[in-house]
């Protein structure tokens, strides 16, 4: 199993950036994916979560901001990040947890798999 994350950069305050992860290994529509963030001495933060069915949860902290789509064809997940923040910066995860429920998980340990991470960069 395999999640390939990419997208991360540096963008000024307000821009917009989107990531995506190609999974292989997996049947992707059997699971559902999520995104995480993690800054140095921190642990790792949920941002958002769709289900095989599109179903889609967000933290309190990017709603409105963030997008978070699939495409089942492609195995890929991405992450649509407009209005950034400075606290924003952190490296990014994506991760898949086999489950058709249409409740999503919040926290890392149920997710089974992950990406390598990439970094975006938010200047002020």
């Known amino acids: 199993v395999q999640l390939q994350a990419s997208g991360g950069g540096l963008v000024q305050a307000g821009g917009s950036l989107t990531l995506s992860c190609v999974a292989s290994g997996i049947t992707f529509s059997d699971y559902s994916m999520g995104w995480f963030r993690q800054t140095p001495g921190k642990e790792r933060e949920f941002v958002t979560a769709?289900?095989?069915?599109?179903?889609?949860y967000y933290s309190s902290s990017v709603k409105g901001r963030f997008t978070i789509s699939r495409d089942n064809s492609k195995n890929s997940v991405y992450l649509q990040m407009n209005s950034l923040k400075p606290e924003d910066t952190a490296v990014y995860y994506c991760?898949?947890?086999?489950?058709?429920?249409?409740?999503?998980?919040?926290?890392?340990?149920?997710?089974?798999?992950w990406g390598q991470g990439t970094l975006v960069t938010v200047s002020s």
């Open positions: 769709i289900n095989w069915d599109s179903g889609r």
């Open positions: 991760a898949a947890r086999r489950s058709r429920r249409i409740t999503l998980a919040t926290r890392p340990n149920e997710y089974a798999y």
